[in-house]
């Protein structure tokens, strides 16, 4: 059992990266639509690149998107209106002009003739209002044309009019006023016109809960299909346009095969093929971390960060395609390649994002679209995107890949329609907001930085800032070894740049590496302004001890103010595995005839693991031997260098370092230019 337990403890990194696999396989399988893939791909406007194509089955034709909405529009323009009639109101118009007559012509004396007259007009004006019916004002979008049928409902019966012949307000004023002309007397017919008013009200409504329910019924009985293929009969021949009703034809095969190929029986190895694909795209990004990024490989917590955030913007995706598919460009998947730039390097975000377009490629419509699209984005971005610590950057580079999606979509369009009428101006549109949510990246760099404890530039910029409370102690309390540092970083700026490393990173690093000196600054001699040197109270192996713990107690020192492992990485590698030299030889003087354990004076290391790195410790170096020459010139500043750099070779300093000899050579060539500039000779100038 116990034997287990070790087996489990030595390779608790493999057994993680091993769980860490299979999470992240099933949960990208979970979010995948499980349903069947047509065999064929296609796109309008394209040539048929595969054999004749005959139907394996009898299909029937399905009507496009457009074709169904348009005849949906159809139907809600020419469908007929329906009106209420209410036969009560007629009854009571009459019934309350009568009760009106009777108490006006009480008040006004009218002659039994007139008020005769009233009455008969009175009737014959209501009669003739009502006779098909005085129509309620409805919305103008609901209006019908005057020389439409309209259907008026009358109890339980329905029957068909003109809705011209339905009187509106202006009909029955004009009916009023005509009727009024028969009446001679002038007061006659105010008199009247005071009896009328007010008492005709419409007795006809607009129906919308039967309008819309009529309507309804008739979408609903829509046919969706628009004619059927037979098995067998030919589809499109090799080399044909796929387009008009071609196209039609192919979308209803792929529909039908899809909806044929999903069903309970084979739910499972539709399941199992997803996961034999997501399973060998995360595979290679584990190879490729193992072949060429084994410190990252080695980090468990760098890799769960690469797996978090592939997983993070595949779930985003997948559920946008879920909810509405025409938002597919919405999202930023360049901010997958932004991220790991920034915290790794640029070939490691490429093949990250290159993997998730290509496992997204395979739920999207039109994949090579899709796929083609966001991998030109992404090597823009890569090839762009720098420097985030500078503001002006991003937005450049963010306006740059948002033009790049606009012009690619653009050619894709004319390619496949053969103009550029038929363009959809929504997706630059898209283009543009997934250009803004770009912009998240730096709050999500922010974010991961803390959540993972990992550094990107806009902290390298903030570290390398010399006001901060741990620089500010290192130039109080051993200002030798800050102006020491700062020459350095300098010099290690400038290399990192001629062979294109991160120089930001190594100039941060370079500030911090000697930190550890501040502990017992006067042991070191660029810190010795008094002439005393401490060393000679001490044996060599005691000075060498204080001089190498300046190592140890740097990692101390960083660790208990927070500084990112990557800066960490220069304090402990920045001497490697080299010895104390001078206090070696001072032991072997001392002691002649004794062997010397060569252990005692050498650095614990480890040896420099990136360019970075081993440039700080070629630069460590040179900036504090060039101190020792007397007389400064070219060629003795150019001996030391050469003697310095390969002694470092030759004692193994930067095998792991993945930098070449070329490079190596470039940062010699820099460091002497550097150094020659530093201790030329100035013009004497006269007293």
Known sequence: MSELVNKIYRNNAIIYKVILFLVSTFAIVYMFPKGGQFKYDFTNGQLWKYDNLYAPFDFAIQKSEEEITIEKKEIVANSKLYFQFDETTVNDVKVNFRNNLARITSRDSLSSKEIKEFEQLGIKIINQVYKNGFLESISENRTSNENDIVALKVNNEVSDLPFKTLYTSKDVLNIINANLNSIQSSDNSKLFLDIIAGLLKPNVTYDEELTNKIIDKSISEISYTKGKVSAGELIILKGDIVEGKKLAILNSLKSESESQIWSESNYNWIVFGYIILVSLALLMLLLFLQKYRLEIYNNNNKVTFIFFNIIAIISIQTFVIKYNVDYLYIVPLSILPIILKAFFDARLGLFAHVLTVLLLGYIVPNSFEFIYLHIIAGIVTILTVSELYKRANLFISVAQITIIYMITYFAFS?????????????????????????????????????????????????????????????????????????????????????IDANSMLVRTGALYHDIGKMLNPMYFTENQTTGVNPHNDLSPRDSAKIIIDHVIKGVELAKKHNLPDRIIDFIRTHHGTSTTYYFYKMEQELNPDATINSKHFQYKGPIPFSKETAILMMCDAAEAASKSLKNPTAQSISDLIEKIVSKQVSDNQFVNSNITFREINIIKKTIKKKLMNIYHLRVEYPE
């Not at 997706?427 to 990992?454: D, M, Q, R, T, V």
């Open 414 to 498: 004319i390619i496949k329609e053969g103009n550029a009428n038929q363009i959809n101006w929504t997706y630059f549109l898209l283009f543009a907001i997934n250009g803004l949510l770009s912009f998240l990246s730096i709050i999500l760099i922010y974010i991961y930085e803390k959540l993972f404890g990992l550094v990107s530039d806009v902290t390298l910029l903030e570290l390398s800032n010399t006001n901060t409370k741990l620089l500010r102690e290192l130039n109080e309390l051993a200002p030798g070894t800050f102006q020491h540092s700062m020459q350095v970083a300098n010099l290690a700026e400038a290399a990192a740049n001629e």
